[in-house]
């Protein structure tokens, strides 16, 4: 408002000025004129220019102040609408505020309210933790049952699965036995049939034995007033040992030696009386090489020269031949007595020795020599299993095998057929077949625990793995075959018996490689486990594999490996040494710096450095590397060996494709014949037609 004042006193003033001209000088110019040659008359023009100019410019300020007051009046017009604008908004901010008063009241209600809710709400979730925490040591025990219970029926599933094989390994056994009963069945009909006829004929002859016992009791009171020689010829039955002699045998030596002492009686000249010998019945009859007739005498017109086999005399039959002899009426030097006869034949070899029997090839010489040696060596096994067996049951072990075959039931069992045994065979070398591929040298083992010291003796195997499973099915399968093996006794077939004692033979040694397999692994274990000072496989980290020494040549070679190399290639190619005893030289060499190394590292190791592994590695295993690694060509003739008989032969100049002979002609040739070749030098003499067939057999050469 000052403001305003102040411009419209300013406006006022002017207006009047600008009005009132006469209040600066109302009088005129004649009135004021001064007079002529007045000298303040210039000084009066030029002042009334000065005020003229001064009214020019206030009228232009004047102007200039209206056109500013006109825009100040703009502005103002403005300024007033801004702030009636404002008031506006002031009043309706007021009104928003007690807007906002009353909301903010209502408000301020409200969050009292949801405070209180939000009290009831934590109240409630305090409860709600409570039982969800309860709930949740529920769910947490449940999941802790619930695992126990999933490891519990783990463990039943294991034990079920171990089970579960164990039974299949027992159903396995017991088919087998099944299989070995069903084969046995048509042994025990025949042993039953045999012991029936033997029943038949012990019934049929029960009379007869019993007057021969009678017979034998008088003949015994007339033996003991013999002379000296028939004392001597005859012992005394109390120094007879058990199982000496058979009744049947007593039988003949009495009648024999009644024989003995009747002048009447004729002896055949070509006939030799054999019984002292003889043991049974069976031996008795077997020391003899001639048939028996109708009524069980031998038959001399019938010998047979050349035979060497054997015909076993039943005993039934040597009963029934001596039924007549049981009459007391009739003279014991009438009846005819059983003469053995022994004739076998002789043949003389090529260096002059006579030799029993007839001339057999060399091949079934050799056959026959190796089935004796198959037999000998089955009885070698029996006779440990035995002895293992009386050891067992003398500590108070269970020397009963897996299969629940009894020793007893087996070894007292009579001659079974051929044809049953080989059956029985077959199955059990068939089952060895398969089991064998179940259980590679690969085999990994787990044992129950892990060795301690050196000295510890190998654990039991853990079936925890299918290849422990199998590992110990086929161990226990392998024992109680070996045990029904070992009881078995012949059948009086060569060749059932021969594969008997093979297949003992095959079985025993599986057993023992399968122990020494089991050895091994627990030495594996020990290595594992560092008890002897070695890195273990797991702390090794992965095989690294140099190929440098391939390309290494004789200037990388250490001085010392350049003189082995050369000494090798020298004993090899100067001095006729072997291959094979180059290549052992080779790896006594390699063995020698391998042991050097070791005395010669540092606080105790033993194992290789880099370095020194590689400068073993330049030590080849093969003499032929040496001299690859040496650039060495030397000329050498390779001859061919014959493995058997170690005949070498040169290589054929005209035959360069193939220049060794592929069989063996060579052939014994150690006599010396009486004449001499053109030359005048001493022949070899060259082994009769019948001698060279079986020798000139083919012979592959390697």
């Not at 040298?441 to 787990?446: I, N, Q």
């Not at 590292?601 to 033993?606: C, E, L």
Request: aromatic share 4%.
């Amino acid at each position: 408002m000052t403001l305003a004042r102040r411009r419209a006193a300013l406006r006022m003033s002017l207006f009047d000025s600008s009005c009132h001209p006469g209040l600066l000088g109302d009088t005129s110019t004649d009135d004021l004129a001064p007079p002529e040659n007045d000298p303040l008359d210039s000084d009066r023009g030029t002042g009334t220019e000065v005020v003229n100019r001064l009214q020019h410019a206030v009228h232009g300020l004047v102007e200039d102040l209206d056109k500013a007051e006109k825009r100040w009046d703009a502005r103002f017009a403005h300024i007033e609408e801004e702030a009636e604008q404002l008031m506006r908004r002031h009043g309706d901010i007021c009104r928003s505020m007690r807007d906002s008063k009353r909301t903010h009241d209502g408000t301020t209600d409200h969050i009292t309210q949801l405070e209180a809710e939000v009290l009831d709400l934590r109240e409630v979730l305090s409860e709600l933790t409570r039982s969800v925490g309860s709930a949740f040591r529920e769910v947490k025990e449940h999941k802790e049952h619930r695992r126990e219970v999933q490891r519990i029926l783990s463990d039943n599933k294991n034990t079920l699965r171990a089970d579960i094989h164990d039974l299949q390994r027992k159903i396995g056994t017991l088919e087998l036995d099944t299989t070995v009963m069903k084969s046995q069945r048509g042994v025990d009909r025949a042993r039953t049939e045999r012991m029936e006829q033997s029943m038949a004929v012990l019934e049929a002859t029960d009379g007869t034995i019993r007057n021969t016992l009678r017979r034998l009791e008088r003949n015994m009171e007339e033996i003991s007033d013999l002379s000296h020689n028939s004392d001597l010829a005859m012992p005394v039955l109390d120094e007879v040992p058990p199982r000496s002699r058979s009744l049947a045998e007593e039988l003949i030596c009495a009648e024999a030696f009644e024989r003995m002492e009747e002048p009447n009686v004729e002896h055949h000249p070509l006939a030799t009386l054999t019984l002292a010998g003889c043991e049974s019945s069976s031996d008795l009859s077997s020391c003899s090489g001639a048939t028996t007739s109708a009524a069980g005498m031998p038959d001399p017109t019938a010998l047979n020269d050349g035979s060497t086999s054997q015909h076993p005399l039943p005993d039934d039959l040597v009963l029934s031949s001596h039924a007549g002899i049981t009459d007391n009426d009739i003279p014991l030097w009438a009846h005819r007595s059983i003469l053995v006869v022994r004739r076998r034949g002789t043949y003389r070899d090529d260096y002059g020795e006579e030799h029993p029997g007839s001339p057999q090839s060399s091949k079934t010489i050799k056959r026959h020599t190796l089935n004796d040696k198959m037999q000998q060596k089955r009885k070698e096994i029996q006779a440990t299993i035995l002895e293992n067996t009386v050891l067992m049951a003398t500590a108070g072990g269970d020397p009963t095998p897996l299969s629940g075959t009894s020793m007893a039931d087996k070894t007292m069992q009579p001659v079974t057929p051929a044809k049953a045994r080989q059956d029985v065979l077959s199955a059990l070398e068939s089952g060895l077949d398969l089991r064998i591929a179940l259980v590679p040298a690969s085999t990994r083992l787990v044992f129950i625990t892990t060795p301690a010291a050196l000295t510890d003796p190998a654990a039991p195997v853990e079936p925890s793995t299918h290849a422990s499973r199998n590992f110990l099915e086929f161990y226990e399968w392998l024992a109680s075959t070996r045990w029904y093996l070992t009881t078995l006794g012949d059948v009086g077939d060569h060749n059932v018996d021969t594969c008997l004692a093979i297949l003992l033979c095959k079985v025993d040694n599986r057993l023992k490689s399968l122990a020494e397999m089991m050895r091994q692994q627990w030495e594996v274990e020990k290595v594992e486990a560092g008890l002897y000072g070695l890195a273990s496989k797991q702390d090794a980290g992965p095989v690294v594999y140099d190929p440098s020494r391939f390309y290494k040549s004789r200037a990388d070679l250490e001085p010392f490996v350049l003189v082995a190399l050369i000494m090798t290639t020298i004993l090899h190619t100067v001095h006729a040494v072997t291959r094979a005893d180059s290549n052992y030289v080779l790896t006594t060499i390699r063995a020698v710096l391998f042991g050097a190394f070791i005395f010669c590292n540092q606080g105790g190791r033993s194992s290789l450095t880099p370095e020194q592994q590689a400068v073993l590695q330049t030590v080849p295993r093969d003499v032929r590397t040496a001299l690859k690694r040496l650039n060495i060509t030397p000329e050498i003739v390779r001859h061919a060996c014959c493995p058997r008989c170690f005949k070498t032969y040169p290589p054929d100049p005209l035959r360069t494709d193939d220049p060794y002979p592929h069989h063996c002609d060579f052939s014994e040739t150690n006599k010396q014949s009486g004449y001499r070749g053109a030359s005048g030098g001493l022949m070899d003499s060259l082994d009769p037609p019948e001698a060279r067939l079986d020798r000139h057999l083919p012979c592959p050469l390697n």
